[in-house]
T-cell receptor, first 116, second 111 residues
Framework: NAGVTQTPKFQVLKTGQSMTLQCAQD?????MSWYRQDPGMGLRLIHY???????DQGEVPNGYNVSRSTTEDFPLRLLSAAPSQTSVYFC???????????????FGQGTRLTVV | KQEVTQIPAALSVPEGENLVLNCSFT??????LQWFRQDPGKGLTSLLL???SQREQTSGRLNASLDKSSGRSTLYIAASQPGDSATYLC??????????WGAGTKLIIKP
């Protein structure tokens, strides 16, 4: 019962490098999202998707791109990494059909990213 | 704009005490509220989910309450143990299905 799987768990990048954080879920959830967690702050929404082919920006989208070609996968791309993007990144999924307002969100184990 | 606040930011208590963690939110139009636990360097573990129509939920030594009208939720931990030491986060789900998070309460249970 995999749930939400994020890879990698840890990553160190040099400023200006690009990379993709992977997120996959096996619960057939339409709604998927990416958050970043910084010390002393709540998780902040980067991007989200309500289904394959549909993505939208959250609270802090700058410097990140997403795409949603399948229901299962929702990768997050850093185009040109900056030290300000050093953070812990979480991917989440949840059911978004009828009755979705009552459902809980499921989270991956996180990716710790350091940009030097 | 929904804002979620958790006070205190940190709490240290002796083992065995009962304790209450607080979560407040500014917009009462929520669908549900979820409490999470996060151990250092680890991911998020869902503890309790309270629907907007519910007043409380219980799981073992944990009890979460919700008062939508006052914009408050509490997480009650009975007979605390050193293994309860972690950061506790609350998140509310609003009308756009997005989660808005508090910054968390770091709990230390002293043996």
């Amino acid at each position: 019962n995999a749930g939400v799987t994020q890879t990698p768990k840890f990553q160190v990048l040099k400023t200006g490098q690009s990379m993709t954080l992977q997120c996959a879920q096996d619960m057939n959830h339409e709604y998927m999202s990416w958050y970043r967690q910084d010390p002393g702050m709540g998780l902040r929404l980067i991007h989200y998707s309500v289904g394959a082919g549909i993505t939208d920006q959250g609270e802090v989208p700058n410097g990140y791109n997403v795409s949603r070609s399948t229901t299962e996968d929702f990768p997050l791309r850093l185009l040109s990494a900056a030290p300000s993007q050093t953070s812990v990144y979480f991917c989440a999924s949840s059911y978004s059909g009828k009755g979705a307002q009552t459902t809980e969100a499921f989270f991956g184990q996180g990716t710790r990213l350091t940009v030097v | 704009k929904q804002e979620v606040t958790q006070i205190p930011a940190a709490l240290s208590v002796p083992e065995g005490e009962n304790l209450v963690l607080n979560c407040s939110f500014t917009d009462s139009a929520i669908y549900n509220l979820q409490w999470f636990r996060q151990d250092p360097g680890k991911g998020l573990t869902s503890l309790l989910l309270i629907q907007s129509s519910q007043r409380e939920q219980t799981s073992g030594r944990l009890n979460a309450s919700l008062d939508k009208s006052s914009g408050r939720s509490t997480l009650y931990i009975a007979a605390s143990q050193p293994g309860d030491s972690a950061t506790y986060l609350c998140a509310v789900k609003g009308s756009n299905y997005q989660l808005i998070w508090g910054a968390g309460t770091k709990l230390i249970i002293k043996p």
